[in-house]
Nanobody, 124 residues
Framework: QVQLVDSGGGLVQAGGSLRLSCAFS????????MGWFRQAPGKEREFVAA????????TYADSVKGRFTISRDNAKNTVYLQMNSLRPEDTAVYYC?????????????????WGQGTQVTVSS
C-alpha cells in the first residue's frame, strides 16, 4: 500500500519561501505521477502542480506559475514543492498525491493516494 508523508509547512511572511517535501513508500515511486494540491478553509481542493514519472514534464496552476517549482528525486522517493514569493492567498493545507496513470492530471479525483497534508500560512 502506498504511503505519503507531507512535511515542510509553516508560517512565513508574504514574499518569503518554503519548501514542502513528500516521502513516498510502499510501491515503486518512479511508476507514479506526483502532484500537489491545496485546500483553503471553505474552499474546494485545488490543483497546484504535478510532475511526470521521470521528472521531465511539469504542469502548474496559473496562480503559481513562475513562483512555485515541483521536482522529484526518484532515488530518494521524494517529491518537492519549492514555493517562492508567497502571498497570503497561498495560505492552505497542502497535500501531495500519487497517480498510477501515465498522464499528468489536474483533477483531485484522478489521484489514487494522498498525504495527510501540511499547513502553509502566509502572513501579510
Amino acid at each position: 500500500q502506498v504511503q505519503l508523508v507531507d512535511s515542510g509547512g509553516g508560517l512565513v511572511q508574504a514574499g518569503g519561501s518554503l519548501r514542502l517535501s513528500c516521502a513516498f513508500s510502499g510501491r515503486t515511486f518512479s511508476s507514479y505521477i506526483m502532484g500537489w494540491f491545496r485546500q483553503a478553509p471553505g474552499k474546494e481542493r485545488e490543483f497546484v502542480a504535478a510532475v511526470s514519472r521521470r521528472g521531465y514534464s511539469t504542469t502548474y496552476a496559473d496562480s503559481v506559475k513562475g513562483r512555485f517549482t515541483i521536482s522529484r528525486d526518484n532515488a530518494k522517493n521524494t517529491v518537492y514543492l519549492q514555493m517562492n514569493s508567497l502571498r497570503p492567498e497561498d495560505t492552505a493545507v497542502y497535500y501531495c498525491a500519487a497517480d498510477s496513470r501515465g498522464l499528468i492530471m489536474t483533477i483531485a479525483g484522478e489521484y489514487d493516494y494522498w498525504g495527510q497534508g501540511t499547513q502553509v500560512t502566509v502572513s501579510s
